[in-house]
């Protein structure tokens, strides 16, 4: 809460950001390690059909 | 002794770059730290032995003059080296790390070394065969360096060339792929020395060495005569010195190490002018200094560079019509070479277009760009990937290094290095220095995972970095394993040798037989690299025309006599059909294998 507005502000904006941030961290790296087991590890046609989904088909 | 002498050139040749490199100290700023200095010395002293080798070389290139000159560097070696050894104890106990990263180095540099004492083999498939390792050869054997013409990549700058000339000609013909040992280490000194930099400690450092190590892209252009591996060294020592730089011996520091990767590798050239604009920028930015002082500081690294690096641009120049030969589209409108004619050059262009391609150079492409090198490098000829770390954790470390006004150079001379990179040539390994770049910022971000404390980040940053260091050790394992196991097994070398050289027993015959002299080689594939003696090739893979109408069998024969040819070699197989009649007239058939035929010339008009 911005205090001298009394509406959601800057500093509050900031102190969700720094919330979030930590598990935003954790769900990129785990989305790299997951796609690198599917499509290195697993390399299955399964992946390669997620990807063409996600529009990420050249890839694996 | 066979697997000795390798080694001892190697040591030879590092001695006297330690020598050369140590010239250099004089111009370092004094907050360097030893592992900078280490890195400087050893990264530059190479490169600084090499552009001396090729300039002498280009009048004088005889055994004698090769031992003069890593004579000389030797003897300015011994001091520096005799002071480390008296500070050794010490030295070592800095430089200890956690004892994973030192195992994982020292186990990928001791494959590269084990790997690089077999003997090379291959076709003209193989980039060592078809130019690194036959310019040298035939420079040592004419004693001088000039492109063999037949093959218009020996034109390339050749300072790391030049090396292996040196190390070929004190070591004889499997020191150049022993120097696999010595170019990946003083690279991973380079990454290692900028990681520190980057505010890491000793850890950092060894954690950065080793995932540098295990990236198969690296390994695999530190090896087998590719030069990636050292050009990423030259142009990671001149961005350390470059976007540090605030004195005025500092940037002439820059421009000679711009100037060394200049004279190694045409992509150097974008690399330096991205290099100085980046320098500038972070001069003016971060260091808030004038332009017209900074201008004037690059303006000098400029001329250092120009100086360094322009030997081989000013021989091809002079001897082959164009500064870069052989010339891209642009430059051959305007000049007209030698030895190849606008057919080859458009055919060259071509092949170099496909195997830049990459996948496609659209602006999606770009923006899947991390994911693409990151999952898929085969289709940008990528051996084996980059690892996760760039990808899971460098974005991490440019946020932890955001406010460091170094870590930001670094960062946009990464981001419009790689533009470069996409819009040229999209090949996996002319993108080496970006990759360390992108793990020296992955260990940061690692660093930064840790720091924010949660227990769930730091097991998945741990994991990230397990599977690079061990999914890159696998495909370095898997792709060095017959290497390491011909070094390791004479047997299994003369099988591979029997294997993998095309038109062995030929080469056999006419290295053995006094009485060939001089060999016309009539198949533009046959690798010359094989060839222990002088030998004509009218025809280059490229196109490349050695004789005035090469294309023409009779115009070529014709020449023979005053060419001083004693044999021809021809040849069929999967390269195309036999060229010669066995009954051609003038020649005598000697020699015959499946798809190989050798004439003795007798009586040509």
Known sequence: MDESTGEPGRHSLIASLRRIWPPLVQLWIAIVLVLFFFIRIWGSQTAKHILHLLGLDRIG | ?605
Request: hydrophobic share 50%.
């Open chain 2, 1 to 605: 002794m066979s697997r000795l002498a390798p080694i001892l050139a190697n040591l030879l040749v590092l001695v006297a770059a330690v020598g050369f490199g140590h010239l250099l100290n004089r111009l370092l700023p004094r907050n360097f730290l030893r592992l900078d200095r280490i890195a400087f010395t050893i990264v530059g002293g190479l490169g600084l032995l090499g552009v001396i080798l090729f300039c002498v070389g280009q009048v004088w290139f005889s055994r004698a003059a090769i031992l003069l000159i890593v004579g000389l560097g030797f003897l300015l070696g011994i001091r520096p080296i005799v002071a480390a050894a008296r500070n050794s104890a010490l030295i070592v106990r800095n430089s200890l790390g956690p004892a994973i990263p030192m195992i994982v180095v020292v186990a990928v540099v001791s494959m590269a070394g084990i790997g690089g004492l077999a003997q090379a083999t291959g076709d003209m498939g193989a980039d060592a065969i078809a130019y690194h390792y036959l310019g040298p050869k035939v420079w040592l054997r004419e004693g001088v360096i000039r492109p063999v013409v037949d093959e218009c990549h020996t034109a390339f700058p050749a300072t790391v060339e030049s090396l292996y000339a040196a190390l070929m000609s004190i070591g004889g013909e499997r020191a150049p792929q022993f120097f696999a040992f010595v170019g990946i280490a003083s690279a991973l000194l380079a990454a290692a020395s900028l990681s520190m930099r980057l505010g890491g400690g000793a850890s950092s450092a060894w954690w950065t060495a080793a995932l540098v190590a295990t990236v198969p892209v690296f390994f695999r252009g530190g090896s087998d005569g590719f030069i990636d591996a050292m050009l990423a060294g030259f142009i990671l020592c001149a961005a350390r010195i470059g976007f540090d730089a605030t004195q005025r011996k500092e940037f002439v520091l820059f421009g000679v190490l711009s100037g060394i990767a200049l004279s190694a590798k045409y992509t150097a050239l974008i690399a330096w002018i991205l290099l100085t604009f980046c320098a500038f920028v972070v001069a003016v930015r971060s260091r808030h200094r004038g332009y017209a002082a900074v201008l004037k500081d690059l303006g000098i690294a400029t001329m250092a560079a120009a100086v360094i690096g322009c030997p081989a641009y000013v021989r091809n120049w002079i001897l082959l019509g164009c500064p870069i030969y052989p010339p891209p589209p642009m430059l051959a409108r305007f000049f007209h070479v030698k030895y190849m004619s606008p057919q080859a050059i458009q055919y060259l262009t071509g092949w170099i277009e496909y195997f830049g391609r990459g996948m496609s150079h659209g602006f999606w492409s770009f923006l899947k760009l991390p994911l693409n090198l990151t999952y898929h490098t085969a289709n940008f000829r990528g051996a084996g990937g980059i690892g996760l770390v760039p990808l899971a954790l460098a974005p991490f470390g440019a946020v932890a290094s955001w406010r460091n006004g170094f870590a930001k150079g670094l960062i946009l001379y990464a981001t419009v290095q790689t533009m470069a990179w996409f819009v040229t040539d999209q090949e996996a390994r002319f993108l080496m220095p970006i990759y360390i770049l992108a793990v020296i910022f992955g260990v940061a971000g690692w660093e930064y995972v840790n720091r924010l404390g949660t227990r769930y980040g730091r097991a998945l940053a741990g994991l990230v970095v397990a599977c690079s260091i061990l999914y890159g050790l696998v495909m370095i394992v898997s792709g060095s394993r017959e290497d390491m196991h011909a070094a390791l097994s004479a047997s299994f070398e003369a099988k591979r040798r029997n294997a993998e050289i095309p038109y062995l027993a030929s080469f056999e015959y006419l290295n053995r037989e006094p009485s060939v002299r001089k060999i016309l080689i009539l198949n533009p594939y046959v690798p010359g690299y094989y060839c222990d003696k002088p030998y004509v090739k009218p025809v280059g893979r490229w196109g490349e025309e050695t004789i005035p109408e090469a294309a023409n069998l009779e115009a070529v024969f014709s020449q023979l006599p005053a060419l001083g040819v004693t044999h021809v070699l021809d040849s069929g197989g999967i390269y195309g059909g036999f060229r010669l009649a066995q009954d051609h007239p003038g020649l005598r058939f000697v020699f015959q294998r499946p798809d190989q035929r050798i004439y003795a010339v007798t009586s040509l008009p």
